[in-house]
């Protein structure tokens, strides 16, 4: 492999015992991969279902989306979900999803449980995770009246049925071909204090970490979807270090004029078929683009897979350029960053110059720009 043809991870079916979600399910984990601080999977419930017991992560922010599993289609939704959510785990409060909607998580704020009471089609749970691996800190009540904290982690954690293995979150114990191995069913009779304690008035603490997403018009193009979804990041929740936005590509298209680096911030490139339940059976496309250490040092990959390229700081990258469409694909960039910015190699009279364009400095002038900042 050459150098940089290690930064390119194709999407790898993870089939699950999870009966009630699309199976196999996509994603990206930088477990074991060097400077990445990034994950993120889609998990698509396709029944109604309940997810996971309230828990924090004492690190890093985790983002909750949810969205529809057609992406040409992201704003036409059919689905209600609750999640409960607080500073205080006694305390939590309930908020109803029925449109796309980004949740920023921060350090030490409780969620789950996440209670998919209507899917339709199914709904688009995607969670971004600023780290490679996961962990989180759940509470157990002891019969003797004291709270005990668990930590939980990737490699931590025995699987219940063999306790020779680790846990990989395959699913089986909860499924419903086998027998429940662990005391706790995530039902009515689980849900019933997180929906008493959701009756109380908001507290308003929490709202301000919601944002549900806009259509954005912004013209990209003929061969881009519109409207599409965009988390802007800072400017759409405040401390916000992610950016993402999803484009339904549909026709062959150039996106970005010359070779760009970002300086600090880490970007993953995912491209991926539109239709969530099949993102395997719904990519047909061919796409190129340029990697390398310097603008005039690249190497050039052709993607015909879903996968991710990670982008890392200080890497050049050259424009992505889209060179066949079968079908329509989603191509759904990641920045970790509040704020869009980057570095290009231009000419200016004469003078080859590094220029450094940002969020507050510059306005966005090219399609990858507005890619990011839906201007």
Same mark, same amino acid.
């Given at each position: 492999?050459?150098e940089?043809?290690?930064y390119?991870?194709?999407?790898?079916?993870?089939?699950?015992?999870?009966? +009630?979600?699309a199976?196999?399910?996509?994603?990206?984990?930088?477990?074991?991969?060097?400077?990445i601080?990034?994950?993120q999977?889609?998990?698509?419930?396709i029944?109604?279902? !309940?997810m996971?017991?309230p828990h924090?992560h004492h690190?890093?922010?985790?983002?909750?989306?949810?969205t529809?599993?057609e /992406?040409?289609k992201?704003?036409? $939704?059919?689905f209600? !979900?609750?999640?409960? /959510?607080?500073w205080?785990i006694?305390?939590?409060? =309930?908020? $109803?999803?029925?449109?796309? $909607?980004?949740? @920023?998580?921060?350090?030490?704020?409780?969620?789950?449980p996440?209670?998919?009471? =209507?899917v339709g089609r199914?709904?688009?749970?995607?969670?971004? #995770? /600023?780290?490679?691996?996961?962990?989180?800190?759940t509470?157990?009540?002891?019969?003797?009246?004291?709270?005990?904290?668990e #930590?939980?982690?990737?490699d931590?954690?025995?699987?219940v049925?063999d306790?020779?293995?680790?846990?990989?979150?395959?699913?089986k114990c909860?499924?419903?071909?086998?027998? =429940?191995?662990?005391?706790?069913?995530?039902?009515?009779?689980f849900?019933?204090?997180?929906?008493e304690?959701?009756?109380?008035? =908001?507290?308003?603490?929490?709202?301000?970490?919601?944002y549900?997403?806009?259509?954005?018009f912004?013209?990209?193009?003929?061969?881009?979807?519109?409207?599409r979804?965009?988390?802007?990041g800072? +400017?759409?929740?405040d401390?916000?270090?992610?950016?993402?936005?999803y484009?339904?590509?549909?026709?062959?298209?150039?996106?970005?004029?010359?070779?760009?680096?970002?300086?600090?911030a880490?970007? #993953?490139?995912?491209?991926?078929?539109?239709?969530?339940l099949?993102?395997?059976?719904?990519?047909?496309?061919?796409?190129e683009?340029w990697?390398?250490d310097?603008?005039?040092?690249?190497? @050039?990959? !052709?993607i015909?897979?879903?996968?991710?390229?990670a982008v890392?700081?200080g890497?050049?990258r050259?424009?992505i350029?889209v @060179?066949r !469409?079968? +079908?329509?694909?989603?191509?759904?960039?990641w920045q970790v960053?509040g704020?869009?910015?980057?570095?290009?190699?231009r000419t200016?009279?004469?003078?080859e110059?590094?220029v #450094?364009?940002?969020e507050?400095?510059?306005?966005?002038? $090219?399609?990858?720009?507005? /890619?990011?900042?839906?201007?």
């Amino acid at each position: 492999m050459s150098e940089f043809g290690k930064y390119i991870y194709p999407f790898k079916p993870d089939y699950s015992n999870w009966t +009630r979600y699309a199976n196999p399910r996509a994603g990206f984990s930088g477990e074991g991969l060097p400077h990445i601080h990034f994950s993120q999977f889609f998990s698509i419930p396709i029944q109604p279902d !309940v997810m996971e017991v309230p828990h924090i992560h004492h690190g890093v922010d985790e983002y909750l989306v949810f969205t529809g599993t057609e /992406l040409d289609k992201i704003f036409d $939704t059919d689905f209600e !979900v609750d999640l409960f /959510l607080g500073w205080d785990i006694d305390r939590m409060e =309930k908020f $109803t999803i029925t449109k796309p $909607t980004v949740v @920023r998580v921060p350090p030490n704020m409780w969620h789950c449980p996440i209670n998919f009471k =209507k899917v339709g089609r199914g709904v688009n749970f995607n969670p971004g #995770y /600023l780290d490679p691996t996961w962990s989180k800190i759940t509470r157990r009540l002891l019969p003797n009246g004291h709270e005990e904290y668990e #930590y939980q982690g990737s490699d931590l954690r025995h699987c219940v049925l063999d306790h020779d293995k680790m846990c990989t979150y395959c699913g089986k114990c909860f499924s419903d071909e086998s027998e =429940k191995a662990d005391e706790l069913v995530l039902n009515d009779d689980f849900l019933a204090p997180y929906y008493e304690m959701g009756k109380a008035p =908001k507290s308003g603490r929490v709202d301000p970490y919601f944002y549900e997403i806009p259509p954005d018009f912004t013209d990209l193009g003929a061969s881009i979807v519109s409207p599409r979804a965009i988390f802007p990041g800072q +400017r759409a929740i405040d401390g916000a270090n992610l950016r993402f936005s999803y484009n339904v590509i549909t026709a062959p298209v150039r996106i970005g004029d010359g070779p760009i680096m970002h300086d600090s911030a880490e970007e #993953y490139l995912m491209f991926f078929g539109n239709d969530l339940l099949d993102i395997w059976g719904s990519f047909d496309a061919e796409i190129e683009l340029w990697l390398g250490d310097a603008p005039d040092h690249m190497e @050039r990959f !052709v993607i015909t897979e879903p996968a991710t390229v990670a982008v890392m700081p200080g890497m050049w990258r050259g424009p992505i350029n889209v @060179r066949r !469409v079968g +079908r329509p694909f989603n191509f759904n960039p990641w920045q970790v960053g509040g704020k869009w910015s980057k570095v290009s190699k231009r000419t200016v009279g004469g003078e080859e110059l590094f220029v #450094y364009e940002g969020e507050g400095l510059t306005k966005a002038e $090219t399609l990858e720009d507005r /890619l990011f900042s839906g201007e």
